[in-house]
């Protein structure tokens, strides 16, 4: 089965960047998005197709994906962006893939 | 502005059944391929199970795959999750998730969520 692994925790100081990966094998070929989840609320789409934002996201988060990391960025960390960020991809395999998730701490 | 609205939770006990529904609006149901995706308390997001526009692809993963069936009735705006055998490892939050396809039908991401409903199995 295909997995994708992000680090636990990572913390940042507000109004600097964080960068939260995801690793997975040929990840890269694959197309990932990533979701903030607050606590008590459901998840959010932050990125998808390895770059793009919906709408109403702001231009502080950026992705990219290439050979087996995707990366989310987040220049000039808020309050706000505290949670849970997951990252997640499609396989023809084992279809819809979620990491298991990077808290997000900005202090 | 799309809703999605899951209903059917509750507390059941171990080899019981339920059935969850998803009521959306605000959108075309009947054009976009839909989601379950659950969640233990304090853990991860676990993707369960996908379907497409017209009911007739049908995705699962890989561990629930036998107990749990996907379904959708356009003309009620509803998707459904049947789960049969359930176990106390099946307790968590389920939400349903409008999917976003590329030009190839393959999945890029879910843009839109329910608030979940809890399944307790105990």
């Known amino acids: 089965s295909y997995e994708l692994t992000q680090t636990p925790s990572v913390s940042v100081s507000p109004g600097q960047t964080a960068t939260i990966t995801c690793s997975g094998d040929?990840?890269?070929?694959?197309?990932a998005s990533w979701y903030l989840q607050r606590p008590g609320q459901s998840p959010v789409l932050v990125i998808y197709e390895d770059t793009r934002r919906p709408s109403g996201i702001p231009e502080r988060f950026s992705g990219s994906n290439s050979g087996n990391t995707a990366s989310l960025t987040i220049r000039g960390a808020q309050a706000m962006d505290e949670g849970d960020y997951y990252c997640?991809?499609?396989?023809?395999?084992?279809?819809?893939?979620f990491g298991g998730g990077t808290k997000l701490t900005v202090l | 502005e799309v809703q999605l609205v899951e209903s059917g939770g509750g507390l059941i006990q171990p080899g019981g059944s339920l059935r969850l529904s998803c009521v959306a609006s605000?959108?075309?149901?009947?054009?976009?391929?839909m989601s379950w995706v659950r969640q233990v308390q304090g853990k991860g997001l676990e993707w369960v199970s996908s379907?497409?526009?017209?009911?007739?692809?049908?995705y699962y993963a890989e561990s629930l795959r036998g107990r749990f069936t996907i379904s959708r009735d356009n003309s009620k705006n509803t998707l459904y999750l049947q789960m049969n055998d359930l176990r106390a490892d099946d307790t968590a939050i389920y939400y349903c998730?409008?999917?976003?396809?590329?030009?190839?039908?393959?999945?890029?991401?879910?843009?839109?969520w329910g608030q979940g409903t809890l399944v307790t199995v105990s």
């Open positions: 379907i497409r526009v017209g009911g007739g692809f049908r």
């Open positions: 997640q991809a499609w396989d023809s395999k084992t279809y819809e893939v």
């Open positions: 605000g959108f075309g149901f009947s054009n976009y391929a």
């Open positions: 998730a409008r999917d976003l396809l590329d030009a190839y039908g393959d999945y890029v991401g879910s843009p839109h």
């Open positions: 040929r990840l890269g070929t694959k197309y």
